[in-house]
Nanobody
Framework: EVQLVESGGGLVHPGGSLRLSCTTS????????MSWVRQAPGKGLEWVSV????????SYADSVKGRFTISRDNAKNTLYLELNSLKPEDTAMYYC????????????????WGRGTQVTVSS
């Protein structure tokens, strides 16, 4: 059974930082592209970043480029997202997925993510 468990969210002031983790099991982590997506309160889903399984560097949404960094530890089957220079508009539930969710209709994303971790950016 595939398991994706996000953690590391919390309340942070604008300009602050957080590190999200996604621990996984039930599939060969190193073979999969891994994504982060988010959903802000009352807003639609937004793709954030992807870490490719093989060749090719990470990709980021324009809204987070230069502030967020995705990384992975294949030995630990864990995906990370470093969030820096946080803004109130980054407030959202963050989900990790074992798919490059850009390739899927948004209404199918829920099939491929964990329970999420809440990030709240507020003064």
């Amino acid at each position: 059974e595939v398991q994706l468990v996000e953690s590391g969210g919390g309340l942070v002031h604008p300009g602050g930082s957080l590190r999200l983790s996604c621990t996984t099991s039930g599939f060969t982590f190193s073979h999969y592209a891994m994504s982060w997506v988010r959903q802000a309160p009352g807003k639609g889903l937004e793709w954030v970043s992807v870490s490719n399984a093989g060749a090719g560097g990470p990709s980021y949404a324009d809204s987070v480029k230069g502030r967020f960094t995705i990384s992975r530890d294949n030995a630990k089957n864990t995906l990370y997202l470093e969030l820096n220079s946080l803004k109130p508009e980054d407030t959202a539930m963050y989900y990790c997925s074992n798919r490059d969710l850009r390739m899927f209709p948004v209404d199918e994303w829920h099939k491929y993510w964990g329970r999420g971790t809440q990030v709240t950016v507020s003064s």
